[in-house]
């Protein structure tokens, strides 16, 4: 089992930034790959930014590429989304996911994740 705690969410103008923290624990924090999604209301669950559990690897989604930052604390057992230049279609509920993994691989699908944090609100305002 791994457990996930989110921090970071909240109200911001547009053009601001925020940093989403996912505390993880349960496991050991090499073994396992991380990921942020967001929810829109009335949307799907969509990938935000991965990495792989060594953090060799990472990926962005097209929409916030050059604008978030995906990074591991291997000592704090944490992973962070820095997310810079907010818009406010970036207003969503977003989540920290996890899985554990054998290679240093990338996961970007919801059905590539086995743990999800609660959930942390950012709202962007124009």
């Known amino acids: 089992q791994v457990q996930l705690v989110e921090s970071g969410g909240g109200l911001v103008q547009a053009g601001g930034s925020l940093r989403l923290s996912c505390a993880a624990s349960?496991?050991?924090?090499?073994?396992?790959?991380t990921g942020w999604f967001r929810q829109a209301p009335g949307k799907e669950r969509d990938i935000v930014a991965a990495?792989?559990?060594?953090?060799?690897?990472?990926y962005y989604a097209d929409s916030v590429k050059g604008r978030f930052t995906i990074s591991r604390d291997s000592a704090k057992n944490t992973v962070y989304l820095q997310m810079n230049s907010l818009k406010p279609e970036d207003t969503a509920v977003y989540y920290c996911?996890?899985?554990?993994?054998?290679?240093?691989?990338?996961?970007?699908?919801?059905?590539?994740?086995?743990?999800w944090g609660q959930g942390t609100q950012v709202t962007v305002s124009s």
């Open positions: 996911a996890a899985r554990p993994a054998d290679s240093d691989n990338l996961y970007i699908g919801t059905y590539d994740y086995n743990y």
């Open positions: 349960g496991r050991t924090f090499s073994s396992i790959a």
């Open positions: 990495t792989s559990r060594r953090g060799s690897f990472t």
